[in-house]
Each structure stands twice: as structure tokens, then as C-alpha cells.
């Protein structure tokens, strides 16, 4: 089943002054949550982690995109935070090219560690919306709600 994929329930119910079809009943069937659940610092992680943690979760709030559903995409990302930033200390400290047993020049192996963590932070990101194209789209999606209810209270008064 190729093409793209479908939008978003939140893209329909701000774009669309009506919905009809299938998109209306994947909205209307779409579950919703009752109570407000905010997922809390998790206790097995140590100090940095929790700092880097609160960072994200802070950043979360801010565009109301700090669910429980993200919980685990948030301890992995602070978790990845401090362990890129720690191989990246080290990379610094002994610098990019380090000599082997037999005294020729080879890369840091921390520059590996630090590269894959990068990936596995990118793609965090991506997954919580918060790359440059997901918060791109956060933006288009509130501005457009802004003006709908701007023009629905010019209406009204």
C-alpha cells in the first residue's frame, strides 16, 4: 500500500470548516484522553540525566506536547543527551585522531559513540515533533487556528 501517508486528526479539525466521511469518523473515533496525565522524572536516572530531562520536558510544555505517550522518547533523549556530551568531553580532551599500539594515527573511538548517539538524538527529536520541520508545521497549524477564531469573533461581535 504505497502513497502518502494520511494527516494528522488535529491538521483536519483545524483546517477544515466541516468534516465529512472517513475523516469524520476517524476523528470522532479517535480516543481522547479523559485526564491529563504528565509523565513524571523517572527516579533510575542519575543526576545529569534528570537535569537534561527537565530541559526536554520544559521545551515539551512549551509547544503542549508533553504527554505520557513521550515518556520513554524522553528518558532515551536524556539519557543520549549526556552520553553525547560526555564523548564529546573526551573527544576534546584527547582530540580526533589518537595513535594506535603500532603509532599510526586512527580515529577517537569516542567520535564513533558520539556520531551514533547524535543519530539516535535526531531521531528522538523527530519522533516528539520537535525538529525544525515538526515544530514548522506546530507553528502553521496554531497560526491558521489563530485567525479561524480571530475571524469566527468578528463574526460574532
Not at 537535569?51 to 520513554?72: D, G, S
Request: proline content about 6%; hydrophobic content about 35%.
Amino acid at each position: 500500500m504505497g502513497g502518502r501517508p494520511p494527516m494528522p486528526n488535529a491538521y483536519h479539525e483545524l483546517t477544515k470548516p466541516k468534516l465529512y466521511g472517513v475523516i469524520k469518523a476517524r476523528v470522532e473515533n479517535t480516543p481522547k484522553d479523559e485526564k491529563k496525565i504528565k509523565p513524571r522524572c523517572p527516579q533510575h536516572l542519575d543526576k545529569k540525566q534528570k537535569k537534561e530531562w527537565r530541559f526536554y520536558a520544559k521545551i515539551l510544555q512549551n509547544y503542549n506536547l508533553f504527554t505520557a505517550a513521550n515518556q520513554m522518547l524522553l528518558d532515551l533523549l536524556a539519557v543520549n543527551t549526556v552520553q553525547y556530551k560526555e564523548c564529546l568531553e573526551k573527544v576534546m580532551q584527547t582530540g580526533l585522531l589518537i595513535k594506535s599500539p603500532n603509532g599510526f594515527p586512527v580515529y577517537n573511538p569516542y567520535w564513533n559513540v558520539m556520531n551514533k548517539t547524535e543519530d539516535k538524538i535526531l531521531k528522538c527529536l523527530k519522533e516528539l515533533g520537535l525538529s525544525s520541520a515538526g515544530l514548522a508545521s506546530i507553528g502553521a497549524l496554531a497560526a491558521g487556528a489563530l485567525t479561524k477564531t480571530s475571524k469566527m469573533r468578528e463574526l460574532i461581535d
